[in-house]
């Protein structure tokens, strides 16, 4: 069963608008995290954002935040005011305390901004 | 501090030959990983290791040998590549057990087997 998924495999923004990318999660376990990460046309993996199963308000870092529905089983991420060099790839990915804290990704979501 | 190293970069093989793949980190990290990116998906975990001298079959292992000698070097080994394993390979380091500290990444390394 997949545990991290991303429905959306890519998206337009417009320059200075918001959009939000959808991450769904599936697990048993009550202590998990949730991050996302950028990967750019470079190929590296930049990490953007860390939401703890247990934090009781969303996370942000600077114009990344995370919009985590616990209930729903769900961290979408909301970047805002897009800017050009914000195209990329973007992954959702899962920490379980099994397996060496190992991460679960996502199939991931690619953005293209438009000027 | 160079953070996380991948040697190669790039490399071609061909059907059948051996290569090892190095990950180094600088930052006395315990945790170290090895994944593969496929075009268009997401990072799935071949082994990881939790402290020098252990290692641990992630999701797809198979085709993969690890070593972790030294704390600061992973080696991914394929023994004999197949097309199959053509892919872009990134090793990852991470401190402790912390939950919310982020895995540090490599640049990866482009595996091309024909």
């Known amino acids: 069963a997949q545990k991290i998924t991303q429905t959306q495999p890519g998206m337009f923004v417009q320059e200075k608008e918001a959009v939000t990318l959808d991450c769904t999660y599936d697990t048993s376990d009550p202590s998990y995290g949730l991050f996302w990460y950028k990967q750019p046309s470079s190929g590296e993996m930049i990490f953007l954002i860390y939401q703890g199963s247990y934090d009781q308000q969303n996370a942000t870092e600077g114009r990344y935040s995370l919009n985590f529905q616990k209930a729903r089983k769900s961290a979408n991420l909301v970047i805002s005011a897009s800017q050009l060099g914000d195209s990329a790839m973007y992954f959702c990915?899962?920490?379980?305390?099994?397996?060496?804290?190992?991460?679960?990704f996502g199939g991931g979501t690619r953005v293209l901004v438009k000027p | 501090n160079a953070g996380v190293t991948q040697t190669p970069k790039f490399r071609v093989l061909k059907t059948g030959q051996s290569m090892t793949l190095l990950c180094a980190q600088d930052?006395?990290?315990?945790?170290m990983y090895w994944y593969r990116q496929d075009p268009g998906m997401g990072l799935r975990l071949i082994h990881y290791?939790?402290?020098?001298?252990?290692?641990a079959k992630g999701e797809v292992p198979d085709g993969y040998n690890v070593s972790r000698l030294k704390k600061q070097n992973f080696l991914l080994g394929l023994e004999s590549a197949a097309p199959s394993q053509t892919s872009v390979y990134f090793c990852?380091?991470?401190?402790?057990?912390?939950?919310?500290?982020?895995?540090?990444f490599g640049p990866g390394t482009r595996l091309l087997v024909l």
């Open positions: 990852a380091s991470k401190r402790d057990t912390s939950y919310q500290e982020t895995q540090y």
């Open positions: 290791s939790v402290g020098e001298g252990t290692t």
């Open positions: 990915a899962m920490r379980e305390p099994a397996a060496g804290n190992k991460l679960t």
């Open positions: 930052m006395n990290h315990e945790y």
